[in-house]
């Protein structure tokens, strides 16, 4: 099933936020947006994901949805947003509530998305009892939970320390590898960028215009090798200079207002 972001563009009462914003996700493949700080990446996500009805244009999803999918898309945050008076198991079931499963298959979907996120054995912990980078592979366990098309992620790594951040990406490719979900990844880190993504969408600064759509020319599994290294480093500085300007205008902006 594949993702349409259709001509979108969007404003907040006189504050115009996205500008005629136009790409495609295909099934297996991984989109990150990135973008000055207030260009509307957030907004874009949540238009994409039908929680905002765009100005203009429209998200689209084309295609069967996988098999056995109770949801084509869903969301992953940066603060985890988990139910803190519920276990680990109650949080990943927690979507499953109101669907047509009986608890044995409801029981089968959480155990089969504990262990692929690593938490078989943590399915009795409470999310306060939880390191923070255990707790984001609880939501991303419960976003696998619906057996999406597509996977929404919002800075999913930005409130962790740098060596969570970097197991968890070593997670989520090994996520990826195993399956044909596609995800749009919002994010202020390039890193990660380069890093996940098939493409890049880089936007500019407010009202989110599409500046350029970059290819990451490396496969997901080769990107561990030293001169795959080398050439990803390079790409991050490329982004960098096509964003930096734009990014200082946004920060000044932020400060002043
Ligand atoms: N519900 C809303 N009502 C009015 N303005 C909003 C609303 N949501 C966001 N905005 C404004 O829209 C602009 C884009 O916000 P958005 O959060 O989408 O940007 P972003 O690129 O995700 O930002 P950041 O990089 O800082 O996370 C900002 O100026 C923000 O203040």
């Given at each position: 099933m594949d993702l349409i972001a259709d001509h979108i563009s969007h404003r907040f009462g006189g504050l115009d936020v996205l500008d005629n914003v136009s790409f495609a996700v295909a099934s297996g493949e991984v989109v990150a947006i990135v973008g000055p700080s207030g260009c509307g990446k957030s907004t874009l996500l949540s238009i994409l994901g039908g929680l905002l009805q765009p100005s203009e244009g429209q998200a689209q999803l084309r295609g069967a949805p996988p098999a056995g999918s109770l949801n084509p898309l869903t969301f992953v945050f940066q603060d985890f947003?988990?139910?803190?008076?519920?276990?680990v198991e109650a949080n990943v079931e927690f979507p499953l509530?109101?669907?047509?499963?009986d608890a044995a298959a409801r029981k089968a979907v959480v155990d089969d998305a504990l262990r692929r996120t690593g938490l078989s054995d943590f399915?009795?912990?409470?999310?306060?009892?939880?390191?923070g980078g255990m707790r984001q592979r609880v939501g991303i366990a419960r976003a696998l939970a619906v057996r999406p098309a597509i996977l929404l992620m919002d800075e999913?790594?930005?409130?962790?320390?740098s060596q969570t951040r970097e197991l968890l990406m070593e997670d989520f490719i090994r996520l990826l590898a195993a399956g044909a979900m596609g995800v749009v990844y919002v994010t202020h880190n390039l890193e990660e960028a380069v890093r996940l993504a098939d493409r890049i969408v880089v936007l500019s600064r407010r009202?989110?215009?599409?500046?350029e759509i970059v290819e990451i020319p490396v496969t997901r599994a080769e990107r561990g090798a030293i001169d795959a290294r080398g050439k990803l480093l390079a790409l991050q500085n490329d982004l960098w200079s096509l964003i930096r300007e734009e990014a200082i205008d946004a920060e000044r902006e932020v400060q002043h207002a």
């Open positions: 947003a988990l139910l803190p008076w519920c276990t509530a109101h669907t047509a499963l399915r009795s912990a409470y999310p306060k009892q939880l390191s999913p790594l930005s409130a962790l320390d009202p989110g215009r599409v500046r």
